[in-house]
């Protein structure tokens, strides 16, 4: 009986290994497709490769900047949920909002003036097992998954201060 637990086990760790090593290719497999296909509609709607172009729409030259009290609105209002690259805890953040809600304006900010995202809050965890798209798909086909990514709790509540 212990043996057959053991290797249950066993197979439920290899069956989850193999569908991330999958999903894992599945993905990487997509995007170098993606990637090729435009490369190639480039090349043969303008007979050369990424070509610049020049913007015709309306442009954005600058943000509004936001204040100490629209992040504190954002820290106190909104669900926080950590992500295993914060640094800092999203229930410290929201405990000591009135805080932190200067600095974090401070620095979006600084953002918006020097049209620059800061590095360290572009870096995202990528999970393993990704999701299926939408409830009744067969979950036999990696299309049917999309993967996930959770940014840093700062890097959320700067991208909302711009909406």
Same mark, same amino acid.
């Given at each position: 009986?212990?043996?057959?637990?053991?290797?249950?086990?066993?197979?439920?760790?290899?069956?989850?290994?193999?569908?991330?090593? #999958?999903?894992?290719?599945?993905?990487?497999?997509?995007?170098?497709?993606?990637?090729?296909?435009?490369?190639?509609?480039?090349?043969?709607?303008?007979?050369?490769?990424?070509?610049?172009?020049?913007?015709?729409?309306?442009? =954005?030259?600058?943000?509004?900047?936001?204040?100490?009290?629209?992040?504190?609105? =954002?820290?106190?209002?909104?669900?926080?949920?950590?992500?295993?690259?914060?640094?800092?805890?999203?229930?410290?953040?929201?405990?000591?909002?009135?805080?932190?809600?200067?600095?974090?304006?401070?620095?979006?900010? #600084?953002?918006?003036?020097?049209?620059?995202?800061?590095?360290?809050?572009?870096?995202?965890?990528? $999970?393993?097992?990704? =999701? =299926?798209?939408?409830?009744? $798909?067969?979950?036999?086909?990696?299309?049917?998954?999309?993967?996930?990514?959770? $940014?840093?709790?700062?890097?959320?509540?700067?991208?909302? $201060?711009?909406?």
């Amino acid at each position: 009986m212990c043996f057959t637990a053991t290797s249950d086990k066993s197979t439920a760790t290899a069956n989850v290994r193999r569908r991330r090593l #999958l999903s894992a290719n599945f993905f990487i497999d997509k995007l170098a497709r993606i990637r090729q296909s435009i490369a190639a509609s480039l090349l043969e709607s303008s007979g050369q490769g990424f070509s610049a172009r020049m913007h015709t729409g309306p442009t =954005l030259s600058s943000l509004a900047p936001t204040s100490a009290a629209e992040a504190l609105k =954002l820290l106190t209002s909104r669900p926080l949920k950590s992500s295993p690259v914060d640094v800092l805890p999203s229930v410290l953040l929201r405990s000591c909002a009135a805080s932190f809600a200067p600095l974090i304006s401070h620095m979006a900010n #600084l953002s918006f003036a020097e049209c620059s995202f800061p590095t360290a809050f572009k870096t995202a965890q990528v $999970l393993h097992v990704p =999701l =299926l798209k939408k409830p009744g $798909l067969d979950n036999e086909q990696m299309s049917s998954y999309r993967p996930i990514s959770n $940014l840093t709790t700062i890097s959320k509540v700067i991208e909302r $201060l711009v909406l």
